[in-house]
Every structure is written in C-alpha cells, then in structure tokens.
C-alpha cells in the first residue's frame, strides 16, 4: 500500500511541477534577489526524480535544491536537507528561509547541541525574530519535535542520525522526535554517502575500568623492528624483522621471530593457546597502532587526548574514537590516559540510515567516478549536468573558442551581443619531482611568484602535517597566508570567502571550508562585517545608515579587486599531493574557474608521495635515475599523470569491494534492528501488554511441561525439576506437590498450571491496581527488551571481528556470520521471553529502564 501511495503522490507531483517551480523562481527574485538560471531548473527536477546530480562547484546547488524541496515539501510528510556541518545547514536555512516562508512553509535547523540536549539546538527561521547573537538573526529556538514537524528541516547527517537512535531509545512515545523518513536531499552526497559511508554512528556507555594491559603490550611492541620490503618480496628470503606492514591494505602481522619475541618478554609456551590466547586481541591493537596509526597523520595529541584526523577533510574528530580497543592502543602507545572501554547502545551506518528514507536524492561537484556505488548500493542513478556557461553554449546563446597555449586546451564562450566573454578552468598537467623537499620548493616559488603579481592561490594539501611544512616554509621566505586547518567552520568560511582577495594565499586541508563559494577580488559583505566588528559595533543593533554605507565603501573596492583579479586569470589551485579518490582531487580543482570566471589548477607529485609510493612510483624513479635526472628538475610527462590515473582507479575501486563487502554484513545487523526497532514501537504505542505477558507466561510453562514430562512411563519425567522451574516463574499453593502430579497426565498438569497462572496474575492485578500493573508491564518489556539487545550487539561486535579467521578453515566469513547472527537472534528473542516470564510476578521490585547513554 505504502508503495501504491508514493506512486500516486509522485505522479501528481509531476503534474504540478511547472507551476511549482515557476512560483519558487519568482518568489526567490522577489525575496533574495537570486533567479534561477534555466540549468538550475533542469536540476532541480533531476533532484525531485530521486537522482544524484552533479554539478560543478559555484554553481548555485543551494539554490537549485529550492525547487525539489518546496514541490515534496507540499505532501505534508516533511523533506530533510541534508549538509556535512552544522555551519552550512544553519546558514542555507537563514539563507532560503525567506523563499519558504513567504511561499507558506515552514523550515527549521537542527545543530549539534554539545552536552546541552537536543531542544536548545533547534530553531525556526521566523523573518520578525531578533537575536541576541549576530550568527542566529532570525532563528527562533523551538523544540527539537518541532523542528522535525515543520515541513523543511536542514541538518547534519550525524544529527539526522543520532535522533533516529536516540528515538529508539525512548521510554514515552511522546518523547519521540522525527516523523516518517520521508524524502531527503543530500548536499555533497559523494562525502555523506561515501567517504562516510562505512562511518557508523555510535551511541555507547562506559564499560568497567580499562586494563593495564594496553600499557604492558605498548611497551613489548616499542623495540619490535619492522621488516625491510625487499625481505616480504622476496619469496625464498624469510622476512628479517619481527613484523611486516602491508600499506596498501592497512595491515600489520608478526613473523615467526616476532611472536617468539613476544612469547619470551610474556614468559609463556605459545601465545596463541590456553589462557595467553586472551591477550592477543591486546597485541594486535598494539602493533596496528604502533606500525599503521601515525601522530599528525592519523590523529593527533591534544590536552592529553588522542584525536581522530579525518583523512577525508583534514578535520579533527572531536568524541570520535576508534572502536575495538585501537583507541586504547594508541593511548597507551602516546603516553596519555587510557580512557574505559565502552560498549554500544545502539548504532546504525548511514548507508543503512538513508536507504530507509521512501525517496533520496543528492547533489554534488564529484559523483561521476562513483556511479556505480551510487548504484549499486543506493539504487541512485547519476546525471552530471553542463555548466550554466556551457548550457548557454549548447543552447546557442553563447560562441564556444578554442585554442592551445603552451601546449594546453584553452577555452572561452562569447556573447555576441554584448561582447561579454566567459572561460573554461584551465588544468596544467601534474609536475612530478623526485623527493618533496624539491616538490614544496617549487610550489613555493610558483606561490611567491603568483602572490607578486598579485594573483591569488588556494593550496591544497591532504594532511595537517603538510599545511604545516608548507606554512613555516612560506614565512621563512616572507609570503603572507592563511592557513585552514580543521578548525572552526565559521572562520573557515569567512577565510574562504576572501581567499579570491589580490595576492591571497590560503592553505587548506582537503575539503576545508566545502560549500563556501570563493569570491574573486574577496565578499563585500564579509569585509564590511569585519570592519564594524574592528570599530567595536555590535552587528545586531547596527543603524541601517551605517551598514549601508561601510557596505558601499567595500563593494566599491571589491568591484575594482575583481577586476585585477580577472585580468590575472582568476584564482590558481595548487594541489601538492594527489588523493586516493580522483573525486578529492577534482573538488579542489573545482575550486576556480566558477560560474564562467577565468582561473587554472595544477598539481605537484613527488616520487616519495603515498599513492606514488604504493602504485609504482618506483619504476618512475628508476626512469629518472637513468636519464640523469636532477632532483629539482621537474618532469611533466603524460605517462606519470595516466599511471596516477590507473593508481587512484585501483584504490577506487578496492575501496568499493571493502565497502560493498561489508554493507553485507551491516545488513544483517541492520534486519535485526529493524525488527528490535519495530517491537519496541509496538510496546510504546500499545495501551496494554497484559495478553502480551501472559502468552509468554502459557508458552513458557507449557514448553515447561512438555521437555519435564516427556515420554510415557511416569518414571522417566523430572518432575522435581518441573516443581522448581514453575516456582522460579510464579508462586505455587502448598497442595500442589510432586506426588500431586505423578497421577496427572501431562495435558492436565499443563491445564492446572496455566488457570494457576491467570488466577495469580488477576490476584496481583487486584493487589496492585490495573494503572500501576499497566504500567510495570509496559517498563518491564521495555527494560528487558533494552538491555539484552544492547548486549546482543556487542556481541555481534564480537562476532564480526572474528569471523575473519574462518577464511582460514576454508569457511566462506560472510556466509558463517549471517549463519550464527541469525542463529544468535534467535536466542536474544528467547532469552526476552524468558526474562520477562521471570520478572512478570513481581511487580513490587521496582524495573528501572536501561541507564540511557550520556
């Protein structure tokens, strides 16, 4: 039926989709003063068909989801724009608010609420409301169940995520906060759907103290010494030290001489037997954090806390931990405090969390090179769309010109009407050096160069740890900069905004500052903002006058800067180091050449870079040795940049089999919860659980029966045990004895037992009260329910890390870890019934509910 209902509603939003988007077209002119290019359209429509659409940096997706977004939104089912930080999803809904509102809707932000709770981070855009806060001008703070009950609700993924669980976490259905998972647009799905793909999202408790054991294996892996690559290749060689670290697969593994190492420093006869074999889990986290996790690469130390970086962004991780143990491990490897295990209340990955919505869409500046895990995952097909400037070209309105310079493909659009050009970015072909202090010095001189003429740059580097190099390189040779690292993304915005300023020089992390459009000759508005914030003015209570008039002063200057920008060729991206993900690198390329402004990109590889590194970076090197090469004497040969190529297709796609390899397993894990999930709704909204109770009760004491008094010779029944089983569930009178039953046939022993119990339970209920058994009811099934799923899922945790090992006994893992979690389930739910059987007589104990997790 649920099927039928969206067919319909689909087709009769089609029906209405051209009157729809010309009334939000209009409405966005009229209010902020942003008309939809047609391409924008043709977008947006691509988005309401539940497709990814890509579509290059700058140009307008925050608009073009305008369209999708107010057509679904008129189901009154609720559509969720989804961003990757609080920051964006804030300011797209201050930025669109006014469209919505004046078309009738009603939009809400949802934002991380730190340690404050949920309801003091939720806001709806309200034109008349003035806040005390410049960053939260009219958001109006509401309920966190308000927000999810207005018709559009902006948010991050982990947020969307976290009040899912938290949903199911609930003891009142009142409480609950999200409606249906309905219809969700994903602003840059690529990094949402992908790179965090395999993220899951935890919410966990403490466990008991941590042991000293992650200290003690620390130490006994320290002097371990990692065995040479010409030693692992070679087959007839064994290798020559005690542990071997695959890079490409992320690996690390003892040799013979490794574990005979260890054997002696731990005085035991074989590691992995008996009782030492309780301590391999110890070693194994020790030596991966000791070969594989690198400080400032990995993670960083701050206030004596291990950080995770995200190799994706760059950003820090704040509350994140590496699960299993690692964490631990690279506590006790950097010296700061172990902090306790914790154990999971309750988890979901967000391939899993957006397959539930009924529709999902997505748009992004990379998506291509990932369509077929868009896919095949996802069901999501992917359409990439022209430019607006190429669009116009294609539509006849605009003349496309091409010719080389320096041996590269230039390309401009004019408009032969009004004589206006247009540019096409410019992409170098990459600078390959033999060794990275040759590499940054001429990225150096190439910055100092360009910041002379007054051409602006924006540096791309993969890790904090180059940003770093990189920016003490730049001050030694007196190049003023900027540098974003994973800080905070209000600063990062505000950075990349001015970053098209004349003789800017910005350094950012991978994906620092995404979704923030970089301006040439800089952002008026942010200029005048930081004047008056300089000249003490409080930007809430600033008079109009002056506002307008420090507006005006910067615009002006603006528009001279951007036209000494243009002239320049706009702003150059430097890329010092190639990504896995050929998605990565063309986002920071995207970076220039916006909406038809001139700009360029080239990237700086060094023979010693990972990917370089991994995938043949070698057979280059030699190449070089042999032609004399010197180490500052650049090469820019197609064959390096076409063997980068095929490296980053060969991680892509390993990267994918991992992924769609192990979403294999997080379905089984993921039908489980659903079925947990779906009981415990059914709990909450159920009046009374009394039949509920009872059938337990009857199907317990009759299976009771069944097992104790099987066979027909009286002598082979157990009924002592069958008089202490039934007293472990219910009360029994002083009449009913062994000797009372030997002359029973087992139905009417069955019979007997089961009025005893509903003449029991009425008992109790008259005791009690109706509302308090009720009640107690309803808090039982759900404490029970709560607390064995929980440790269901730590031991699935359990389980699945494992499970690898049957690969070894020619098992295939998968198949092993669908087989037992099924049968694992299976016992879970009769242990539920159990437990409840055993409590249900005594509702004078009073049932707490699960801790809930902090």
């Not at 490409?248 to 731990?266: F, Q």
């Not at 040439?520 to 109009?544: C, H, K, Q």
């Amino acid at each position: 039926a649920e099927k039928q209902l969206l067919k319909l509603e689909s087709e009769l939003l089609d029906d209405i989709l051209p009157e729809v988007f010309a009334a939000v077209r209009e409405m966005s002119q009229r209010t902020i003063g942003l008309r939809h290019y047609d391409v924008q359209l043709v977008g947006g429509m691509i988005i309401h068909q539940g497709k990814v659409v890509e579509m290059r940096t700058g140009e307008g997706k925050t608009l073009v989801a305008t369209g999708p977004t107010v057509l679904n939104a008129l189901m009154g089912r609720g559509v969720h724009v989804i961003t990757v930080n609080d920051y964006l999803a804030k300011r797209d809904c201050q930025w669109m608010g006014p469209v919505y509102h004046r078309l009738g809707l009603s939009v809400s932000v949802i934002q991380n609420a730190g340690g404050q709770g949920v309801d003091k981070a939720s806001f709806q855009y309200d034109p008349d409301y003035q806040s005390d806060d410049d960053r939260y001008q009219n958001l109006r703070p509401i309920t966190r169940k308000e927000a999810y009950h207005c018709d559009i609700t902006y948010g991050t993924n982990n947020e969307f995520g976290f009040d899912y669980l938290r949903d199911n976490m609930v003891t009142d259905l009142n409480r609950v906060t999200q409606r249906e998972l309905h219809y969700a647009i994903i602003d840059e799905v690529d990094n949402i759907l992908i790179d965090e793909a395999r993220t899951p999202l935890i919410i966990s408790g403490q466990a008991e103290e941590s042991s000293e054991m992650y200290q003690r294996f620390a130490q006994l892996v320290r002097p371990l010494r990692r065995s040479s690559q010409e030693s692992v290749d070679d087959e007839d060689m064994e290798p020559d030290g005690d542990y071997v670290v695959d890079e490409k697969a992320r690996i690390s593994y003892l040799t013979e001489r490794g574990i005979e190492h260890i054997e002696n420093a731990l005085g035991v006869e074989n590691l992995y037997e008996g009782e030492s074999a309780a301590m391999t889990p110890y070693l194994d986290n020790a030596l991966r954090a000791h070969a594989l996790y690198k400080l400032d690469v990995d993670y960083v130390v701050q206030n004596g806390e291990v950080i995770i970086v995200d190799d994706f962004t760059g950003r820090l991780m704040h509350g994140r931990r590496y699960s299993e143990g690692l964490h631990q491990a690279i506590e006790a490897k950097e010296g700061v405090k172990v902090q306790n295990e914790s154990f999971t209340w309750a988890t979901v990955t967000f391939q899993n969390l957006f397959r539930m919505y009924n529709k999902l869409a997505g748009m992004t500046g990379t998506a291509e090179t990932e369509s077929e895990e868009f896919g095949d995952i996802y069901e999501l097909e992917v359409v990439v769309l022209p430019t607006n400037v190429e669009y116009r070209s294609i539509q006849g309105s605009l003349t496309e010109e091409t010719q080389k310079e320096n041996g590269v493909k230039v390309t401009t659009y004019r408009n032969d009407d009004t004589g206006e050009f247009f540019y096409k970015r410019v992409d170098y072909p990459d600078v390959v050096y033999k060794n990275p202090q040759a590499k940054f010095k001429a990225v150096m001189e190439e910055i100092k160069h360009m910041q002379e003429a007054g051409q602006p740059v924006l540096v791309g580097t993969i890790a904090i740890e180059t940003s770093e190099y990189l920016s003490n390189l730049l001050q030694r040779n007196g190049v003023k900069h900027e540098v974003l690292n994973a800080k905070q993304h209000e600063r990062e915005a505000s950075i990349i905004t001015q970053a098209g300023r004349p003789g800017a020089v910005t350094i950012a992390t991978n994906m620092a500052g995404r979704g923030v459009d970089i301006l040439l000759g800089g952002n008026a508005e942010g200029l005048a903002r930081d004047e008056l914030r300089r000249r003490g003015i409080d930007l809430t209570e600033v008079e109009p006058e002056v506002w307008q008039q420090t507006l005006d002063k910067w615009a002006a200057l603006v528009a001279e800067d951007k036209k000494k920008v243009l002239e320049l060729g706009g702003l150059h991206v430097i890329g010092t180091e190639r990504h896995d993900a050929r998605r990565i690198d063309n986002q920071l390329r995207g970076r220039a050449g916006r909406q038809g402004d001139p700009g360029s990109s080239r990237f700086y590889v060094s023979l010693q870079d990972d990917l370089m590194r991994r995938f043949g970076g070698q057979n280059v090197a030699n190449l070089m040795e042999r032609f004399g090469v010197e180490d500052d004497i650049p090469i820019e040969a197609g064959i390096v940049s076409k063997s980068i190529e095929n490296s980053q297709t060969k991680v892509e796609g390993h990267n994918f089999d991992i992924r769609k390899q192990l979403i294999k397993y997080d379905d089984v894990v993921n039908q489980q919860r659903e079925v947990m999930y779906a009981e415990r709704r059914r709990i909450l909204s159920s009046a009374n659980m009394k039949d509920s109770i009872q059938n337990m009760i009857a199907e317990h004491l009759s299976g009771l029966v069944a097992s104790l008094t099987a066979g027909d010779v009286v002598e082979d029944w157990d009924l002592p045990a069958l008089h202490s089983a039934v007293r472990t569930v219910m009360p029994l009178p002083a009449e009913i004895t062994t000797s009372t039953w030997e002359n029973m046939a087992p139905d009417e022993i069955e019979d007997q037992l089961l009025d005893l119990a509903e003449k029991n339970y009425e008992e109790m209920e008259a005791a009690v009260g109706s509302e308090q058994l009720r009640s107690f009811e309803k808090r039982l099934m759900l404490q029970v329910l709560d607390t064995l799923w929980v440790r269901h899922l730590t031991a699935l945790d359990a389980l699945r890390q494992g499970i690898g090992l049957r690969a070894i006994g020619q098992q295939d893992p998968l198949v092993s870890f669908q087989k037992e979690g099924f049968e694992m389930f299976g016992q879970l739910r009769d242990t539920i019934k159990d437990e409840v059987v055993h409590r249900a007589f005594r509702p004078t104990v009073t049932v707490r509910e699960a801790p809930q997790p902090k």
